[in-house]
């Protein structure tokens, strides 16, 4: 009897060191020798319960991350402080100025047709000896601005170099459109201080045609350039400009306006000895 239960203690104490090498864990599973093949056995109850217990906190004080809480910004941007920017928060290429621009072209039938209050049969040029330009002009806004005269057709080339000197110098024009644009009246034309070229009119307070009518004459800013003739200020509006202070607009000897019209053999009104036109510059000196 008591041989018997030494022999079972005995058998016992493998298992139980088995256990405790497993840190108290499930059991190694048994393995059978049958066949020369190996089977594993499933997994006992106390192994299915220990194994529910493996906590899923990584080491090392880690947290674990979801999917749900990947951050979605750019780790590249984020990383030199910047936020990621959709394309509709990218700013767009700078805006350009445009720059100087001078076009020339004949006089086609639908701006003969516009000059109808300028031109007219009788007048000392035809039609086909005007040129028809656009011209990029700065503005008293110090914008850049498209505007536009008529002119003699030996002249053109020149005129569109001498407004190139201008809005290079920066010069502003208040207004550039034809004469027509005011029914071709000068006065009118000159009361919204447009600059202007051609127009088949007589010479102011004279007799005879204007250079004007050859489009050989440019007059620029009237209001800040009048025509003085004793009292007379033309245009009116003019009146305040004409003690020549200087100001945004007005023309003064030698400055770089004069020199632009000089540098092409035109002259300035503004010398003349009287009446002194200092809108004027023509290329006869007239």
């Known amino acids: 009897m008591l041989a018997g239960l030494l022999a079972a203690i005995v058998l016992a104490l493998p298992a139980c060191s088995s256990e405790q090498n497993n840190g108290g864990g499930a059991s190694l ?5 049958t066949g020369g093949s190996l089977a594993q056995a499933s997994p006992s109850p106390a192994a299915q319960s220990a194994a529910s217990t493996i906590p899923t906190t990584p080491p090392l004080g880690l947290s674990a991350v979801t999917p749900a809480s990947v951050p979605t ?11 990621a920017s959709s394309p509709a928060d990218l700013p767009g290429p700078a805006t350009q100025a445009a720059g100087f621009v001078g076009n020339i072209s004949t006089i086609d039938d639908a701006t003969a047709a ?37 002119v003699g057709e030996s002249v053109a080339s020149d005129v569109v170099d001498i407004f190139r000197s201008l809005y290079a ?8 459109r034809l004469v027509d644009d005011f029914g071709g009246s000068d006065d009118d034309s000159m009361a919204a201080n447009n600059s202007s070229a051609f127009n088949c009119r007589q010479v ?18 009237p209001v800040q350039n009048p025509y003085l003739s004793g009292s007379l200020v033309l245009p009116e509006g003019g009146r305040p400009y004409a003690d020549r202070q200087s100001a945004p607009g ?18 300035w009104g503004g010398e ?7 809108q004027h510059f023509s290329i006869s000196g007239r």
């Open 29 to 33: 599973p048994a393995v059978s020798g």
């Open 73 to 83: 910004e750019s780790p590249l941007l984020s990383t030199a402080g910047l936020t």
């Open 114 to 150: 516009r000059m109808a209050t300028s031109w007219r049969p009788g007048c000392p040029v035809a039609l086909t000896d005007l040129r028809y330009l656009t011209l990029t002009y700065r503005g008293f806004d110090d914008a850049d601005h498209q505007g536009e005269l008529v």
């Open 169 to 176: 110098a920066g010069y502003p024009i208040a207004s550039l």
């Open 204 to 221: 102011t307070g004279g007799g005879g045609f204007s250079e004007h009518s050859y489009g050989t004459a440019i007059d620029l800013n």
């Open 250 to 267: 007005v023309i003064e000897p030698g400055d770089p306006v004069v020199a632009a019209f000089a540098a092409h053999g035109w002259t």
């Open 272 to 278: 003349w000895s009287g009446p002194i036109d200092y």
